[in-house]
């Protein structure tokens, strides 16, 4: 792998996106086909990488099954080979009309957020906002609404594409502060996006603050991919000591900060440099949850994840969730069988230690709510409620058959003897 930079160098941060891609190519060796097929469809997906990611992650000896590679850069078989074709033959306006058209057959958003998670005050919908469950809401802050860098399979790859339509933005926390005022069983707010800290600490502060005026919110979570694609966030950056001491001071008011980090593959904490960016954060009284979806060929195999978790818990942060990858966006390449996903988590937490056995999964974050397959007995998966919009489902057991190659909850079966509110709940 090609030798990290210095951090000297490597803290300035510098984003790439289709354009680059010549620069890229010239750099790293990428095949003129390659790269011309990553362009074709950076037309429909999101891109953008950054310096980091490319030098310090990325073997470039293994592309293009590199693991990191196939996170970050478009794969040929991500669209059909009508759309790829249909596009290949397209400008101007028709292949604007083109991209608009595949993208909405990509399910942009899954789950129903658009249609059963935006939550109302007096009557007038909420822009950046979510309220699935009970006591968690999720807010978008509108300057959070890119990432240092974007994963392929980003089941919220329609907030980076660059249409407004399609996007989950608040422009600040009025509402939001409006909002939890009347709803006091809420006690968990989920800063997410794109990426809060994409944002510089001045402005993640103006967004945090007037949330603090709220007591009863007791637990401020960041979703967050930095820590893996951009640690110097919490290291070099010019104000990275700031943003410790954001978290420092949210944490004496007697709140929980949680960062959320994602990280996908042990590789990604490997440098030392994003060691000891979890370092910091813990330093602050914060804690790290990490959490990531199971992806075909990036870390479909048992022994990625118990390395990962191994290396979590080393650096004192929480396994917490192995996710089954959503139905939305390229699916059909990244999808991992459900019965699979269940050998897959059960083979690498027996090779645990107890103190990691804190992670759950494979988890769907469904249209009723989040669902573990806890096992798979002959034909049937045994399934539970972990989160649910009817709070009355949490924790309830339940089977479905499932045949073969199945790989997300409506092509389960469920069994006849299914209650009447689970059944009613997934098949709404």
């Not at 089941?155 to 996007?167: E, I, K, S, T």
């Not at 800063?191 to 502060?205: A, E």
């Not at 990244?334 to 759950?360: M, N, S």
């Amino acid at each position: 792998m090609t030798q990290p930079l210095a951090v000297a160098t490597a803290a300035r941060y510098r984003a790439y996106g289709p354009r680059q891609l010549n620069e890229i190519s010239a750099r790293f060796g990428i095949p003129a086909p390659v790269r011309e097929t990553a362009r074709l469809l950076s037309q429909v997906f999101p891109f953008r990488v950054n310096e980091y990611v490319l030098t310090n992650l990325i073997d470039w000896r293994q592309v293009p099954d590199d693991p990191i590679y196939q996170m970050v850069f478009p794969q040929p078989t991500m669209l059909s080979i009508k759309d790829t074709k249909r596009l290949a033959g397209l400008t101007g306006a028709e292949l604007s009309s083109a991209v608009r058209d595949i993208r909405a057959r990509l399910n942009p958003h899954p789950s129903g957020q658009r249609e059963l998670n935006v939550p109302t005050l007096d009557g007038a919908e909420l822009p950046g906002m979510q309220h699935k469950y009970r006591e968690t809401v999720l807010y978008f802050p509108g300057h959070g609404q890119t990432c240092h860098a974007y994963c392929t399979y980003c089941f919220r790859w329609a907030q980076f594409v660059g249409d407004p339509d399609l996007q989950f933005a608040a422009p600040d926390p009025c509402r939001l502060v409006g909002y939890l005022g009347r709803h006091p069983e809420v006690s968990d707010v989920l800063v997410t996006g794109g990426d809060p800290l994409v944002m510089s600490t001045d402005r993640l502060r103006a967004h945090l603050e007037p949330i603090l005026a709220v007591e009863s919110v007791r637990t401020i979570r960041l979703g967050t991919k930095s820590v893996a694609y951009w640690p110097y966030r919490f290291t070099a950056d010019r104000d990275a000591d700031d943003l410790l001491r954001l978290f420092e001071q949210i944490v004496t008011t007697g709140r929980t900060v949680a960062v959320m980090a994602h990280f996908s593959h042990p590789r990604e904490l490997d440098p030392e440099v994003a060691q000891h960016a979890v370092a910091r954060i813990r330093a602050t009284g914060a804690a790290v949850y990490c959490q990531a979806p199971l992806i075909a060929r990036v870390n479909d195999q048992a022994e990625i994840w118990t390395r990962l978790w191994r290396a979590e818990l080393g650096l004192g942060a929480v396994p917490y969730y192995l996710f089954v990858e959503r139905d939305t966006g390229p699916h059909d390449y990244f999808k991992v069988p459900l019965a699979r996903a269940v050998e897959i988590f059960q083979a690498a937490y027996r090779d645990l230690p107890g103190l990691a056995r804190t992670v759950r999964g494979p988890v769907m974050s469904a249209k009723p709510g989040k669902v573990v397959v806890d096992g798979a007995a002959g034909e049937f998966l045994q399934l539970r409620f972990l989160q649910a919009r009817d709070p009355a489902l949490v924790g309830r057991p339940f089977l479905a058959r499932y045949p073969a190659g199945a790989a997300w909850l409506d092509e389960l079966a469920l069994d006849p003897s299914t209650p009447a509110d689970i059944a009613a709940a997934i098949q709404g």
